[in-house]
């Protein structure tokens, strides 16, 4: 079955400052992407997706790209602030049902 | 009531009690699923229902059994628990059309604790 890996575990940047976090999959045929951010105390909340016909997303300060061919796909935030600060999954599926999620990286933003 | 309730909030119980956790979604979804989230590790996918039946068993210890009456409601229910099935489980819901995601909409969770 598909395996995701997510990177960084931990992520700690200024505010101000741009964000990266990396996942990769094993899977080529999966087509679906969302990014998930969990806040303390909730459940994960979905901010950005992307389909594998689509090379990037925008959505204000967050973004996500895809490489197909590579099999990789990143969440980038600008200008972070802190309420920016959450753990962020990311998630690959093939078909409906079948969502799995990386193992989370903790970003914090300093101010 | 909007989006994924999930209860109770917290659950503490003992190795031999039956307990459930309850979850109702006002999304109208297709879908329903329960995952595991233990700290450090990736969200365990436990259990999947697609249009109120069962479409994986994902290999989950029997004192793990879901009930979904309907395409609104899911139970997951606990007997005999072992104290490494502690962690935080999440209920979502989604709308599965054809073979096309649209994203899942988590419930805040039920924080377990077996004793």
């Known amino acids: 079955g598909e395996n995701v890996e997510q990177h960084p575990s931990t992520l700690s940047v200024q505010e101000g400052d741009s964000a990266v976090i990396k996942c990769t999959y094993s899977?080529?045929?999966?087509?679906?992407f969302p990014w998930y951010k969990q806040e303390l105390g909730k459940g994960p909340q979905l901010i950005i997706d992307?389909?594998?016909?689509?090379g990037e997303k925008k959505d204000q300060r967050i973004a996500v790209t895809l490489n197909k061919t590579a099999k990789h796909f990143s969440l980038h935030i600008t200008e972070t602030q802190p309420e920016d600060s959450a753990v962020y999954f990311c998630a690959a599926s093939i078909y409906g049902n079948d969502m799995r999620f990386g193992a989370g990286t903790r970003l914090t933003v300093k101010p | 009531e909007t989006g994924v309730t999930q209860t109770p909030r917290h659950l503490v119980m003992g190795m031999t009690n039956k307990k459930s956790l309850k979850c109702e979604q006002h999304?109208?979804?297709?879908?329903m699923y329960w995952y595991k989230q233990s700290a450090k590790k990736p969200l365990e996918l436990m259990f999947v229902?697609?249009?109120?039946?069962?479409?994986e068993n994902n290999s989950v210890p029997s004192r793990f059994s879901p009930e979904c009456p309907n395409s609104s409601h899911l139970f997951l229910h606990l007997h005999t628990l072992q104290p490494e099935d502690s962690a935080l489980y999440l209920c979502?819901?989604?709308?599965?059309?054809?073979?096309?995601?649209?994203?899942?909409?988590f419930g805040s969770g039920t924080r377990l604790t077996v004793v």
């Open positions: 979502a819901s989604s709308q599965v059309e054809g073979l096309t995601d649209y994203g899942y909409t």
């Open positions: 899977d080529s045929a999966s087509n679906y």
């Open positions: 999304l109208g979804h297709n879908a």
């Open positions: 229902y697609s249009l109120e039946e069962r479409v």
């Open positions: 992307i389909r594998s016909n689509v």
